[in-house]
T-cell receptor
Framework: AQSVTQLGSHVSVSEGALVLLRCNYSSSVPPYLFWYVQYPNQGLQLLLKYTTGATLVKGINGFEAEFKKSETSFHLTKPSAHMSDAAEYFCAVTFTGGGNKLTFGTGTQLKVEL | GAVVSQHPSRVICKSGTSVKIECRSLDFQATTMFWYRQFPKQSLMLMATSNEGSKATYEQGVEKDKFLINHASLTLSTLTVTSAHPEDSSFYIC?????????????????FGPGTRLTVT
C-alpha cells in the first residue's frame, strides 16, 4: 500500500521568504509523486511531478521539488514567497501499474504574511 | 489544453432528492475519470474510477447504489447522488486521466475540474 504524509497542516512565511512544504511517502514500488495547489472553492492544479529521471523537478510559479529516495521525501520549495502563493498544497503519490489512482496527503495550508 | 469542467459549481437540494453532477473534458478525450469528495479542510478521498463504456469501480466504503456514476462518452462522466442527506454535503471534484509521454515512457496525469459544492438541507 502507498501513503503520503505531509508534516505541518499549516505553514506561515513572510513575503519574500523561503517556502518549504514537507512530504514523505511510503511505497513498495517506485513512486510517481505530485504536488497540487488548491485555491478556495476550486479544483486542484498540478504544480509539478516526478516520474523518472532527474530528481530535481521544476514546476510552475517558481516551485520545485526534489525526489530523495533515501529519505523517501519529495519536499516542495520556492525561494521567495508571494502573497499569491497562499493556498492549500497537496502532495500525492501513485505508481506505475496502479491505474494512476492518486493517494493524497492531508494537505498543508500556506499563509503568506507581509 | 486539458481543461475539465464541472456543472453545476454549486447546488443546494432538499433531503431525499437526487442531484446529478457533470464532469466534462473540454478539449480532449478521457477514457478514465475519477470522482473525489473533499470535506472542509480535509484531503481528497477517491470515491470511484469511472471508465467509459463500462461500470465504475468504487472504493471500499463507497455505496455504489447511492453514488451512481455513468461514463457514457469519452468526454462526459456524471455522478448522481441519490436520496441525498445532509451528511452527503461536501465538495465533489472530478478529474480526467491523460496519458503523457511517448513510446515506452508513458505516464498519466490527472486534470481536475473546479469542483461542485453540494449542500443538502
Amino acid at each position: 500500500a502507498q501513503s503520503v504524509t505531509q508534516l505541518g497542516s499549516h505553514v506561515s512565511v513572510s513575503e519574500g521568504a523561503l517556502v518549504l512544504l514537507r512530504c514523505n511517502y511510503s511505497s513498495s514500488v517506485p513512486p510517481y509523486l505530485f504536488w497540487y495547489v488548491q485555491y478556495p472553492n476550486q479544483g486542484l492544479q498540478l504544480l509539478l511531478k516526478y516520474t523518472t529521471g532527474a530528481t530535481l523537478v521544476k514546476g510552475i510559479n517558481g516551485f520545485e521539488a526534489e525526489f530523495k529516495k533515501s529519505e523517501t521525501s519529495f519536499h516542495l520549495t520556492k525561494p521567495s514567497a508571494h502573497m499569491s502563493d497562499a493556498a492549500e498544497y497537496f502532495c500525492a503519490v501513485t505508481f506505475t501499474g496502479g491505474g494512476n489512482k492518486l493517494t493524497f496527503g492531508t494537505g498543508t495550508q500556506l499563509k503568506v504574511e507581509l | 489544453g486539458a481543461v475539465v469542467s464541472q456543472h453545476p459549481s454549486r447546488v443546494i437540494c432538499k433531503s431525499g432528492t437526487s442531484v446529478k453532477i457533470e464532469c466534462r473534458s473540454l478539449d480532449f478525450q478521457a477514457t478514465t475519470m475519477f470522482w473525489y469528495r473533499q470535506f472542509p479542510k480535509q484531503s481528497l478521498m477517491l470515491m470511484a474510477t469511472s471508465n467509459e463504456g463500462s461500470k465504475a469501480t468504487y472504493e471500499q466504503g463507497v455505496e455504489k447504489d447511492k453514488f451512481l456514476i455513468n461514463h457514457a462518452s469519452l468526454t462526459l462522466s456524471t455522478l448522481t447522488v441519490t436520496s441525498a442527506h445532509p451528511e452527503d454535503s461536501s465538495f465533489y471534484i472530478c478529474s480526467a486521466r491523460v496519458a503523457v509521454g511517448q513510446g515506452g515512457r508513458v505516464s498519466y496525469e490527472q486534470y481536475f475540474g473546479p469542483g461542485t459544492r453540494l449542500t443538502v438541507t
